[in-house]
């Protein structure tokens, strides 16, 4: 039986079917299946076999406790103490009931087959280690015969595949002044930037254009963009947090990047304070030239995202977040480097939806391993010591318990995603297994329905979409949509802790918005709150929802930049052109 437990009254093995993805990873979303098999080695009246998954979040941190005493000679001295602090949070959980067999033989086997439907909204699993301490996301399949006799298994959970529409970035002309020595003006520099898709798959590539006009005196010497990583993991008070460059690319010189000479910049400036129209047309111009280099491809590099990155997360104790950086390092010391940043969210590549095959059984990924004893939960790990192997790998294949082909089969338990229990309380305790104290509490009777009930279960779901839809199909929380005020509207938005998401989110409760009647003060609510950059997503995202366009097309166009005009100006065309015949109907 390898590391299966062995007793008396019988042994357990957990067998896990082949998701056939490319690493062996179970997606979000699809069905775990496979099979607990049990043999009883002497005669017994019932075996009856239970089950339950866990998806949990957990971290260390490794700190310093500094503290003071007097020494025999009446001197203070200070000690330092090196201590760690845990924490763990529950983010999925199902029960399953696997069945049970009457009066039993010694030395029968049974095979008791599962299907369980995951969660779409699962994160991936991950580890992240820095500076003595931890953080990292696990699933473990649990079994057990009345209580006794344990055996788990660890396995991989893939978040699932990205939305196949795409989330572009067109960065608006960026101008930015050159300066030498923090006083000195070198003239300027302007540019923009497009990033085809922002939701980048892990493994895939990256299309980014990139466009600048150098009106300085100082030569480029090299742009560059790379994908930035950072994790950061909290336990009680204290924290810790990883930055890491994933990838970089280089950029190509072109004939925009030229420096000008000292007497053109002294001109320019010179038109510039007077405002004259050859320096606005020149301005026009600019603009026009970078937004036409960056929808043509002319500098264009393609970059690899590593398919060990993490998945962009926000939990209650993990969060990782990702960001594209260009950067423009000039020739020369005391020198101003102009940035571009822009936030990207990194997931599980769209292909993989396609890839996925139906789970071929009886092959497992891994036998069962035994769990501590019910006096010794799974609870951190001692504060001199690293992490147990236990606690902190991710599945490993070996190969599948042969003794098991007699077993009798029984009929297969099929549990949905609705029994599944999504987010739980975090707690936090000392290295040495102190108390646990409660640090983040979720609901876990039924929510009163209510605006503010709704903004805190958004602000700790494992999925806010999930969450909004799920509110939105219960009849009793229909009042609370239908009574929405502009301002409780964009507080909703605005409590989406990925900003990826708030496009979406605002999309799909503006339907439900006072009965159907969504009109422009909401659209304009809704821009005022979310980031610059995806001003431009929202409005193509909720206008068509809006009653009242027709009449007040231009107070939502107030709200906007010149280039916001510009971007949206298609949306706004379809969007009235719906409205117009639906008038008309």
Known sequence: ??????????????????????????????????????QATNNINQ????????????????????????????????????????AERSIYRVNVNLGQVENVQAGSQFRFPFQIELPHDLPSSMYMARNGGYSFINYKFKAHVGGHHKVEQLFNVMSAPLSMQPVANLVPPIVRDIQSCCCFNMGSITMGARIANTRIGRGETAIIDFACKNRSRQRITSVTVDVKQEVRWTAGYHSEYAKDTLARRLFNRTERWGEMSKEEVKAEMQSRQKNTDSHRDRKQQTLQTIHKAVFDGENRVLLNVPASALQT??????????????????????????TITVPIYLGTPTSYGAQIASPQPSIPVATAIATPTPSAPPMGVKPS????????????????????????????????????????NANDFDGEGGAAQASVFLPVAEVVPSHGNLINEIKVAVSPSDTVKKRLNDKKWAQVFNAMTPMEYSSVIKAVAIEFDQPDIAALIAPSVRGGNFTHEYVISAIRVVSDWLRTPTITKILPFCKDLHANAGKIKAELTDWEKVCTERDFEQALAVHGQESMA
């Open 1 to 38: 039986m390898g590391n299966s437990p062995s007793s008396s009254n019988g042994t357990l093995s957990i067998v896990l079917d082949s998701p056939q993805t490319p690493n062996s990873n179970f997606i979000a979303g699809r069905t775990l299946t496979g099979s607990v098999f049990a």
């Open 47 to 86: 075996v009856r076999v239970e089950a339950y998954i866990t998806g949990k979040e957990r971290t260390r941190v490794r700190y310093t406790e500094t503290t003071s005493y007097t020494d025999s000679n009446g001197n203070r001295r200070t000690r330092h103490h090196t201590r760690y602090r845990n």
């Open 313 to 338: 997360y926000n939990g209650a104790l993990v969060q990782v977040s990702h960001r594209m950086k260009i950067k423009i390092t000039f020739d020369g010391t005391c020198i101003d480097h102009p």
């Open 385 to 424: 010591a690293p992490p147990s192997e236990a606690e902190i790998d991710l599945a490993a294949p070996s190969a599948p318990p042969a003794e098991w082909a007699a077993a009798v089969t029984s009929a297969p338990v099929v549990v949905g995603h609705a029994a599944a229990v999504v987010g739980g």
